[in-house]
């Protein structure tokens, strides 16, 4: 089956422009995520959905950033007044569920969005 | 602060030896441990967990170890072949302590296979 798409794959903005990056989780999956990663650096949480809401959204930088799901599937991230320090690799992950009191359900990764601030 | 470590950026090995990842963690709160492999242009490809229950966790080529005294865990890969060259994160967290979801990731292991 299909796996989690993002698009677009690669975004060059300005400084200050409002950018949206959209993500299409694995059909099914209740719980979606999005990363952030920086060069040389490991993938760093942003906010977790389950169903529509926005269960954790302690990961989010500032209030530049806001996410949606507004129909529990597609989910599209927000990034207002773009920054440079902004640029990095947005990844977008799936879960069947978020997982148990003793396990972690495997998430699924998309191919991530390269964001680029000039 | 880093919680989740990989203190060598890149690794190198022959193709049919062993590879060894290393990683330590400093939060005492992590209770489920997760080995993802990265290509480039990819994202982030599941391979291996561990709870915190054992010690050791199989599949195939790839064993995961944990030491949960020293905080630390080992990837090892036997034998390595080419097609193993990648990126390869550690991510931690913590189901016991309500956070089943957050993943907190290392910085990768460049791991490189020669043939």
């Known amino acids: 089956g299909a796996g989690v798409s993002q698009t677009p794959s690669n975004k060059v903005t300005e400084k200050g422009k409002y950018v949206e990056l959209r993500c299409d989780p694995i059909?099914?999956?209740?719980?979606l995520y999005w990363y952030r990663q920086s060069l040389g650096q490991g993938p760093e949480f942003l906010i977790y959905f389950q169903g529509t809401g926005a269960a954790d959204d302690s990961g989010l930088p500032n209030d530049r950033f806001f996410a949606v799901r507004p129909e529990g599937s597609v989910s599209t991230l927000k990034i207002q007044r773009t920054e440079r320090g902004d640029s990095a690799v947005y990844l977008c992950a799936s879960s069947l569920l978020a997982g148990t009191t003793t396990s972690t359900d495997t998430q699924y990764f998309g191919p991530g969005t390269r964001l680029t601030v000039l | 602060d880093q919680q989740v470590k990989q203190n060598s950026p890149s690794l190198s090995v022959q193709e049919g030896r062993i590879s060894i990842l290393n990683c330590d963690y400093t939060?005492?709160?992590?209770?489920?441990f997760l080995w993802y492999k990265k290509y480039p242009a990819e994202g982030p490809t599941f391979l291996i967990s561990i709870s915190s229950i054992k010690d050791k966790n199989e599949d195939g080529r790839f064993t995961v170890f944990l030491n949960k005294s020293a905080k630390h865990l080992s990837l090892h890969i036997v034998p390595s072949q080419p097609g193993d060259s990648a990126v390869y994160f550690c991510?931690?967290?913590?189901?016991?302590?309500?956070?089943?979801?957050?993943?907190?990731f290392g910085k990768g292991t460049l791991l490189t296979v020669n043939p």
């Open positions: 991510a931690a967290s913590s189901p016991t302590g309500g956070s089943n979801y957050k993943l907190t």
């Open positions: 939060n005492s709160m992590f209770d489920y």
């Open positions: 059909s099914g999956h209740t719980a």
